[in-house]
């Protein structure tokens, strides 16, 4: 397919018009997650089937129910039509990310737009599907620790100050276990209804600052990267990640060092982006695969063994882009195993984390009674 003059000439825009349209559609990327992943699957399935790039624009504008979306489809058809290339109308848009955009870009460059939009297409399904089986996974859980919460939180702030009462009126002596309950339920009766929603505030921020606030949110991946089973999906997810990203991009066309740079753009965790800066310079210095594993500290957490002599050994036969895709196919598939394990390990644990409760909470109001039975015989 020989190149169009039109789709490799990057036309001028006012910087002035870039900026208004960026600052436009700082949101969109929140607002339409779903709507942009859809527009690049169906470019790549209308453009596989013959269809131009304008006709295709203005079908799935026709198709959104989304008002802000056929508005962001009109913006990307009116550049096109005013010559600029694809990448550059949806790179104005705000909404796509550097990776397709690069992939599209070079696809049009090079005549290969239907095959690299297929590549995008793709790699938008593998990293919806990385991030369900992490949500599915947790979900059971997260359901059952959040119950047993809400239920020790109601116990404590409409059971315990009641128990707290009746047990300061017997003259017996109370265990160590019982004054603390009652402690806390005359505190709970009497201060509950500010410290208990400050402390669920409280504890929310703290959450927020500690996974998700990108300056902070290394804290929380050490913490999770130190427990062996998360440890796991962490590797898995980025190995898989990596093994099909790399090698589908480096069969896109996608230069080597480009490629590793655009992993490392995207990658959520910072022992993993550390790693991927590292080997992007030292594979742009001449450095093998091979060598830079061995100079770089704490690869075997990173990389498992296995796959960095494979990943070596792949370089040097000259198959590195269909050895990863392999690799990355191996591991999405090792991934669905240990997302499946996570719910039988976690569930045990969770179990006695509520039994523990509920025994503290049977023990506090039984020994008492005990005691006060064994009173009266006397």
Known sequence: ?????????????????????????????????KEREYIIENLALMSD????????????????????????????????????PLWQALELSGLFSERAISLIKIGERSGRLTANLKVASQQQQKERSFSSKIKGALMYPLFVLVVAVLVGLGVAWFILPKLAVVFTQMKIKLPFITKVFIDVGLFLGKYGSIVIPIALVLFLVIIYFIFFFKRTKIAGQFITFSIPIFREIIRDMEVARFGYLAGSLLQAGLPL????????????????????????????EGNTFSKTFANYNGIDKLIP???????????KSGHLAETLVKIGQIYEERLDDTTKNLTVILEPILLVIVWVGVMAVAFAVILPIYGLIGGLEK
Do not use: C, H, W
């Open 1 to 33: 397919m020989p190149k169009s003059k039109k789709a490799s000439k990057k036309i001028a825009i006012p910087k002035k018009i870039i900026a208004k349209r960026q600052k436009a559609d700082f949101l969109s990327k929140f607002i339409f997650g």
């Open 49 to 84: 089937s013959g269809m131009g790039v304008l006709p295709s624009l203005e079908s799935i504008a026709q198709g959104s129910d989304s008002k802000g979306i056929k508005k962001i489809i009109e913006q990307i058809k009116t550049d096109v039509q005013d010559g600029a």
């Open 257 to 284: 060092v480009n490629a590793l740079k655009l992993i490392k753009e995207t990658s959520d965790f910072y022992n993993y982006r550390k790693f991927y800066a590292y080997l992007e310079s030292s594979i742009d």
């Open 305 to 315: 063994p296995p796959m960095q002599r494979t990943i070596s050994a792949a370089e």
